[in-house]
């Protein structure tokens, strides 16, 4: 169950001055601008976009998510948090625990509740440990295991954290899991066509047929970002996101409000690539980014039309960052089809611990082969990798 008093401070000393570490769940009593210091360039570590997701219901207790966030002050400043929630269940994290959870359901042991480090919804690799510190970061890592503890949850997980987080976050005894993504990098390409030339000659073909088909049918495309966004394209943006979770079997995370929300806090981090058929908008993708960085997030379309989920998606995008020289383009998680198209596999971590010794022997054993087997099988697309041939560029 639930710290009963959200507000118990997890008390921390240091040589000269105390450091206290409050847990809140809400961020309404913290300035957007003290937050966003600690945020840095992260536009999902922003007040703006966490605030939408609690605010909107998205990321709220009535949804299995609920604010436990870790506050790190000193003399009455903050300094330092980490984004922490109780969770009730396991959807929209990205990194698959169902497996564990089914096992302690089997053994008579609950799973749920657990404590989660994480952007909610966002499989992106950023801070976890807002703390300028190695020191404040030692502090936030020892205030959740031992929330965790205090807590009597089942376990503590920290999802997409920075390395060398993740490293901090295992000499605490934590336990690390490697995933893999595709992300595309510029090589500082001219135009879309210069980064074409370095792919293998079959892989270069491929993608200007796919082009070519998007065009053939009529298709048109424009991108908008910033004050350019308006209502309809939000609108229309969280209808196709609706329709794509529906045609998966699965039910959306966020509404309209999030989507309307962040397009008037937080535009400058976003972009639409909208595909049009007679001036109609037929499908669309909804990106993020901090003009060094842009994060694929959400697709949908309202008409099928071959090719149009890699150019909506992918070749207007990286398009978008040749233009801007935007350095990385992250195309999200799963997909080997992203390969082909110029995204390059990519290995994240997550951090783990369990309050249930065995369990957590078990796993770790777990992820040491799981380890293994990612490692065999990022070598397997390396091998596979559209710019391997280099010699009919």
């Given at each position: 169950m639930l710290v009963e008093d959200r507000r118990n401070r997890l008390s921390a000393r240091k040589s000269h001055a105390p450091l206290i570490v409050d847990v809140a769940d809400t961020l309404a009593g913290i300035e957007p601008q003290e937050w966003n210091r600690l945020a840095g360039d992260d536009p999902f570590l922003r007040h703006e976009f966490l605030a939408a997701l609690h605010e909107t219901g998205c990321a709220a207790p009535k949804a299995g998510w609920t604010p436990q966030y870790l506050l790190l002050r000193e003399h009455g400043r903050l300094t330092a948090a980490m984004p922490l929630y109780v969770k009730t269940h396991s959807y929209g994290e990205y990194v698959f625990d169902w497996a564990w959870a089914d096992a302690y359901y089997r053994h008579g042991l609950h799973y749920y509740p657990k404590l989660l480090a994480a952007v909610p919804f966002t499989p992106v690799t950023g801070a976890r440990l807002l703390g300028?510190?190695?020191?404040?970061?030692?502090?936030?890592?020892?205030?959740?295991?031992?929330?965790?503890?205090?807590?009597?949850?089942?376990?503590?997980?920290?999802?997409?954290?920075?390395?060398?987080?993740?490293?901090s976050m295992q000499s605490h005894g934590m336990m690390l899991r490697q995933a893999v993504q595709f992300h595309w990098s510029n090589a500082g390409y001219e135009n879309f066509d210069h980064f074409l030339a370095g792919m293998s000659h079959d892989k270069r073909k491929k993608v200007k047929q796919e082009r070519r088909r998007v065009h053939e049918a009529g298709l048109t495309f424009r991108r908008v970002e910033g004050a350019e966004i308006t209502h309809a394209d939000l609108t229309f943006v969280a209808r196709c996101y609706r329709q794509t979770y529906r045609a998966h079997g699965s039910t959306p995370y966020l509404n309209l409000e999030f989507f309307e929300r962040v397009g008037r806090t937080m535009p400058q981090h976003l972009l639409l690539a909208i595909a049009e058929r007679d001036r109609r908008p037929v499908a669309v993708s909804f990106n993020v980014h901090n003009g060094k960085r842009m994060c694929g997030r959400y697709w949908g379309c309202t008409e099928y039309h071959p090719g149009l989920h890699f150019e909506t998606c992918y070749y207007?995008?990286?398009?978008?960052?040749?233009?801007?020289?935007?350095?990385?383009?992250e195309g999200g998680a799963r997909g080997e089809h992203k390969l082909a198209r110029g995204l390059a596999p990519s290995e994240t971590v997550s951090a783990h611990w369990l309050a249930h010794p065995?369990?957590?022997?078990?796993?770790?054993?777990?992820?040491?082969?799981?380890?293994?087997?990612?490692?065999?099988?990022?070598?397997?697309?390396?091998?596979?990798?559209?710019?391997?041939?280099?010699?009919?560029?």
């Open positions: 300028a510190s190695q020191e404040q970061r030692d502090v936030l890592i020892r205030a959740a295991l031992k929330f965790a503890r205090d807590a009597e949850v089942s376990s503590l997980h920290c999802l997409f954290p920075l390395r060398e987080e993740a490293q207007q995008t990286i398009e978008h960052c040749i233009e801007r020289g935007i350095e990385v383009f065995q369990f957590a022997a078990a796993i770790e054993q777990f992820l040491a082969r799981e380890k293994r087997g990612v490692a065999e099988y990022v070598d397997e697309l390396n091998d596979r990798s559209p710019f391997k041939d280099t010699a009919d560029k």
